[in-house]
């Protein structure tokens, strides 16, 4: 079980007396949303440092594309058949390597026992987590898009608001499902095959309404106007549906 | 010596009972189906696979249903018995979910003259059947009996979760499909054809039942086996997963 004393919080990080009153003064959940940002600098810290996850990341989506173009000979002209599709399993796959990272990294170095003993929550372990590796994602695909635009020449300027809220709202639902399971599976035999199969199962959902949006967002279509409109909320509601049941079992999958 | 069986005398009482139960009523099901109902107007013979295949998919969902029930209860109380019932639970409920699918395309087959298509019904199912099976997979890798518990209670709530969320993507992705009957009312069926779609279900429900008896017992028997070797001073973990493997 974790320590939830605030008193050892204030243990944790030593600073003036007055810097612990105010730290004390803070309420639950602010205090729980400051840990969860503690920990999402922590990993982009050591992801900035080490550079262990992003590079391969980047190459893996890449490869991705590049496998499809093979594939289905994804000419400029079927682009927007095909390309939504493409770009989404290009990101789930590389997400994958994120979200597997994410904990192997923890276990390696003998640090889940350290995080568990930390004053944070569970909860808030995993909201950090997950920032962070929506942090990732987002850093990729942010690299990937414009790359594709460039090799399929599909005017990525127009549509880069609708394609930015498409692609945030997306990252956060398959970064959600992907993290508590990426958990999990660092503590389960071959983690590196059942990562994917209980995350690409779960989130069917999101590669549905990911591929339909960002088609819609492709082709120029406001994405503020029914259907995709509807869409947009819907993910929106299941990205909030997944994070909260992910919040309340995380405790479970973290517990020795 | 004649071995004991697990789970005492009402559960031996059940593991006879319940599958002579079944057979009776599959077998009245069966005739039912067969010579009892009507024959249907527009699709024919075919359709009385109707009264097997509906009535497994409903079950099926039951199933689901006490697997998330039961997850809940073993994080909630940590008893093993709910991770055991929860283990069974998925198990029976995968080969409902297994009859389904493939019940599911001969019937669609010569009616909507395709094997299969990526309506909301059957998407859900096929992906129903992928997050159980992921379910039983993290069993596998998962070394620990206690984490194993956990992390399976974990997949058993979140996967049931996903279930409507699912449906109504995928409903919502492939627009309104074809009503292959009107199930959901009872008011399109015919009276003969909606006795014998409730012994369907009576015979599925059967089925569950018999199912659960003998495998929660047999849960029982394993949990026991391991603490009796953990107690012999054996190592644990990788003897006790190989003897569960080697028996079941």
């Known amino acids: 079980m974790t320590v939830r004393s605030p008193a050892a919080l204030d243990l944790a990080t030593p600073g003036t007396g007055s810097a612990v009153e105010r730290r004390r003064r803070l309420s639950g959940p602010v205090r729980e949303a400051r840990k969860a940002l503690l920990v999402w600098q922590k990993d982009v810290r050591v992801e900035w440092r080490s550079l262990d996850s992003l590079p391969a990341m980047f190459f893996f989506a890449l490869l991705v594309l590049v496998i499809f173009n093979f594939g289905f000979d994804l000419s400029s002209a079927r682009f927007s058949d095909f390309g939504p599709g493409v770009l989404w399993v290009a990101f789930a796959f590389s997400g994958v390597l994120a979200f597997g990272n994410s904990f192997a990294l923890e276990r390696d170095a003998d640090c889940i026992q350290g995080l568990r003993l930390a004053p944070v929550d569970p909860g808030s372990l995993y909201l950090g987590k997950l920032l962070a590796n929506c942090t990732s994602m987002l850093i990729v695909e942010a690299a990937v898009l414009p790359l594709c635009a460039v090799m399929f020449d599909y005017d990525l300027a127009a549509s880069i608001g609708p394609m930015s809220v498409v692609l945030l709202v997306h990252t956060v639902g398959f970064g959600a499902v992907g993290t508590l399971f990426g958990g999990m599976t660092a503590r389960t035999r071959r983690g590196d095959v059942l990562l994917p199969i209980l995350l690409f199962s779960i989130s069917v959902p999101f590669m549905l309404s990911a591929v339909r949006l960002t088609g819609a967002a492709l082709a120029g279509e406001p994405i503020s106007e029914a259907p995709a409109a509807a869409w947009l909320v819907m993910a929106g509601v299941f990205d909030l549906v997944f994070i909260a049941a992910a919040y309340l079992t995380f405790e479970y999958i973290l517990e020795e | ?248």
């Open chain 2, 1 to 248: 010596m004649s071995p004991r069986r697990p789970g005492g005398r009402w559960a031996s009482l059940a593991q006879t009972t319940l599958p002579v139960i079944t057979l009776a009523l599959a077998t009245t099901t069966l005739y039912g189906a067969l010579f009892y109902a009507p024959r249907e107007k527009v699709m024919g013979d075919v359709q009385r696979i109707f009264y097997f295949h509906a009535p497994a998919g409903l079950v099926c969902f039951l199933a689901f249903f006490v697997t998330f029930v039961a997850s809940i209860g073993y994080l909630a109380t940590r008893r093993p018995g709910w991770d055991i019932a929860g283990r069974a639970s998925t198990e029976a409920g995968l080969l409902l979910t297994t009859i389904v699918l493939v019940t599911g395309p001969l019937w669609a087959r010569p009616v909507w003259g395709t094997y299969w298509t990526w309506e909301a019904r059957l998407t859900t199912t096929l992906v129903l059947w992928l997050i159980y099976m992921g379910y039983l997979l993290v069993r596998r890798y998962t070394e620990d009996p206690d984490q194993q518990a956990r992390f399976a209670a974990v997949v058993g709530i979140i996967g049931f979760i996903d279930v409507p969320i699912v449906y109504m993507s995928v409903h919502w992705w492939r627009g309104h499909h074809p009503q292959v009957l009107a199930v959901s009312g009872g008011g399109g069926l015919d009276p003969t054809m909606r006795q014998v779609f409730l012994m369907g279900i009576f015979t599925y429900l059967a089925l569950y039942a018999s199912l659960m008896a003998l495998r929660i017992p047999l849960g029982r028997a394993e949990a026991e086996l391991r603490w009796l070797r953990l107690k012999l001073g054996e190592r644990p973990a990788r003897r006790a997963a190989s003897g569960l493997r080697a028996s079941g």
